[in-house]
């Protein structure tokens, strides 16, 4: 039986990104890449039984009950793109899949709007077969006793907590559970899923908004100096003011902020922290807002970087009567079962506006040194484009 049963077993973000897309840049063309941060080797025949679930995922198709799941609960999304989505299939031949012996490659490319929906279920697929054909530990008794003290925590201490994990969980089984522990023990403390799927399933609220490739496509079509203010820019001409929450690290947290004007800041409704420093982003966006003569009590940060339970309380305490606060948490909801969670990303690597048009390289800063991805002489190029050191 196949692994992504549903269409909607995706991200939430890849969704609306996708609508962006569609608005935005209908020809444009990209690749993205398989990133390997943690090293695992992965065990003979990897390759094969991979592309047997890609291939499985052509027969996937938006569901009447799931259309009317997104017409309710995703208001912001038109319905013309709806229709667009209900007529989408996946298609195999835009991903590449290479085995090396313990080494692994994937590629994507296509057209934009097509292949933007790759990353997280073919990221959810590798970290589910890989524990599948490695291990047989049963993890369920585990899960649900660690379920039941993360809700407990988070519901005692009066913090937001959504889930995050589709990309790395170790099952699609354990992220259900995740989810069906909090929403029938997390109160008003659970928020949703970025899990569109276990959303619909389980009547919750589907969390997300933008990621990294929104920017880097950006870069690519305007520069490094433009890209921050053209991707906010364009999120607004697309959302009218819905999924204001603004990621602020693609190019580093202090080129963004330059571009974070006035203007952007009342728009939005607050910004996302997934990289650097937890406490030290409290106090510089505290303080540009309250440059900008913004409450900063009126705004939220949206914290997703690497989070267990104990470091977001922490956080959460530390932005008490700062400014506003929730949690995104992934890996440690639904990859915490005594095995070592996969470190893997899947990046935007290339872009071009039109089949016509040449190709430019993508690059990621962060505000954690470790984890710029991309070209080495593009991200150098980018560094000294925005004058980061």
């Known amino acids: 039986m196949a692994i992504i049963k549903s269409l909607l077993d995706n991200d939430l973000y890849k969704i ?26 992965f065990p003979d025949g990897f390759a094969e039984h991979l592309r047997k679930e890609v291939k499985l995922m052509e027969g996937l198709q938006l ?12 208001k912001y999304l038109p319905k013309t793109f709806l229709d667009l989505l209900q007529g989408y299939r996946y298609d195999s031949s835009e991903v590449g899949i290479v085995q090396n012996g313990s080494s692994l490659e994937i590629h994507v490319e ?119 203010r053209m991707a906010l820019d364009h999120w607004v001409d697309v959302y009218r003011g819905d999924l204001g929450i603004a990621l602020t690290d693609t190019f580093t947290t202090e080129s963004f902020f330059k571009s974070f004007d006035t203007k952007l800041a009342k728009l939005f409704d607050g910004v996302r922290h997934d990289s ?10 505290v303080d540009h ?10 705004k939220t940060i949206v914290f997703s970087n690497g989070l267990d339970v104990e470091s977001a309380i922490k956080i959460g305490d530390y932005c008490r009567g700062k400014i506003k606060c929730s949690f995104g948490i992934g890996t440690h909801l639904t990859n915490d079962v005594g095995q070592k969670p996969l470190n893997i990303v899947i990046k935007m690597s290339e872009a071009k506006l039109n089949e016509n048009d040449e190709w430019s390289k993508c690059v990621k800063l962060s505000d954690d040194l470790g984890k710029h991805t991309g070209d080495f002489k593009e991200i150098e190029y980018c560094k000294y484009a925005l004058g980061v050191k």
């Open 16 to 41: 609306t990104m996708m609508n962006a897309v569609v608005h935005c840049f209908p020809d444009a063309r990209v690749k993205y890449t398989f990133i390997n941060r943690g090293k695992d080797d």
């Open 63 to 74: 569901q009447s009950e799931e259309r009317a799941f997104l017409e309710s609960r995703c």
């Open 110 to 228: 296509g057209l934009w709007y097509k292949t933007i929906l790759w990353e997280v279920p073919l990221m959810a697929l590798v970290s589910e077969l890989f524990f599948k054909l490695q291990t047989s530990i049963n993890p369920r008794p585990v899960r649900i006793n660690n379920n039941s003290k993360k809700v407990n925590t988070f519901v005692m201490n009066g913090y937001k907590v959504a889930d995050f994990g589709t990309r790395r969980r170790y099952s699609f089984d354990i992220q259900e559970e995740v989810v069906h522990d909090f929403k029938s023990n997390g109160g008003k403390s659970f928020v949703g899923t970025s899990n569109v799927y276990l959303a619909f399933k389980y009547g919750v609220t589907p969390i997300g908004t933008h990621a990294h490739e929104w920017f880097m496509f950006h870069a690519a079509k305007y520069g490094y100096k433009q890209a921050n």
């Open 276 to 285: 650097g420093n937890p406490y030290k982003f409290v106090d510089i966006t």
């Open 289 to 298: 807002y309250n440059k900008l003569g913004i409450d900063p009590l009126s």
